[in-house]
Antibody, heavy 122, light 109 residues
Framework: QVQLVQSGSELKKPGASVKVSCKAS????????MNWVRQAPGQGLEWMGW????????TYAQGFTGRFVFSLDTSVSTAYLQISSLKAEDTAVYYC???????????????WGQGTMVTVSS | SSELTQDPAVSVALGQTVRITCQGD??????ASWYQQKPGQAPVLVIY???NRPSGIPDRFSGSSSGNTASLTITGAQAEDEADYYC????????????FGGGTKLTVL
């Protein structure tokens, strides 16, 4: 079945880096854009940006430039989110989400990974 | 950039109809999509586009839009509909950025 499976929870110290993976299965990976969404504890969803799975070109939302990097390995149908120089405020669940429905008037995320909890604490 | 505003909390009696709204300037140009999120789970898409339901979403969920306001209506709310609901849309920058609303906690009484 169509699914996105993310890597497991991470506990990191401030200043460290983390790389979250999102492995797609059940569909052609390069046919759909991939988005990343953050959810801090007890908070709402925050769109981080998206990556074109054909070209590898990333687009970052305001507030997610510099320390955040989206990348792909199309040979294994996997998207990655790397965060460097981690801060306590990066503590959150990070989701990858397939942009399954898209037109000139909407973008809808139809398949979501299970989420990866990243905890930043000394 | 753009913002989408949702009421923080809404309640509905079991079996009744509830409307959850999402307001923002971008909704004059773009449709909202709606997501349901239960505690400890990933969001699930329930409505997208003008009023489209992905496979497996009950037909008690419907969407509509007027001016700068998008609405998600649940007709005959069930206990299992108790969840957080988020809208999203493209923002009005024209650069294919996306914005989420702050979410609405729906309580089914």
């Amino acid at each position: 079945q169509v699914q996105l499976v993310q890597s497991g929870s991470e506990l990191k110290k401030p200043g460290a880096s983390v790389k979250v993976s999102c492995k797609a299965s059940g569909y052609t990976f390069t046919s759909y854009a991939m988005n990343w969404v953050r959810q801090a504890p007890g908070q709402g969803l925050e769109w981080m940006g998206w990556i074109n799975t054909n070209t590898g070109n990333p687009t970052y939302a305001q507030g997610f430039t510099g320390r955040f990097v989206f990348s792909l390995d199309t040979s294994v149908s996997t998207a990655y989110l790397q965060i460097s120089s981690l801060k306590a405020e990066d503590t959150a669940v990070y989701y990858c989400a397939r942009e399954g429905y898209s037109s000139g008037w909407y973008d809808a995320f139809d398949i979501w990974g299970q989420g990866t909890m990243v905890t930043v604490s000394s | 950039s753009s913002e989408l505003t949702q009421d923080p909390a809404v309640s509905v009696a079991l079996g009744q109809t509830v409307r959850i709204t999402c307001q923002g300037d971008s909704l004059r140009s773009y449709y909202a999509s709606w997501y349901q999120q239960k505690p400890g789970q990933a969001p699930v898409l329930v409505i997208y586009g003008k009023n489209n339901r992905p496979s497996g979403i009950p037909d008690r969920f419907s969407g509509s839009s007027s001016g700068n306001t998008a609405s998600l209506t649940i007709t005959g709310a069930q206990a299992e509909d108790e969840a957080d609901y988020y809208c999203n849309s493209r923002d009005s920058s024209g650069n294919r950025y996306v914005v989420f609303g702050g979410g609405t906690k729906l309580t089914v009484l």
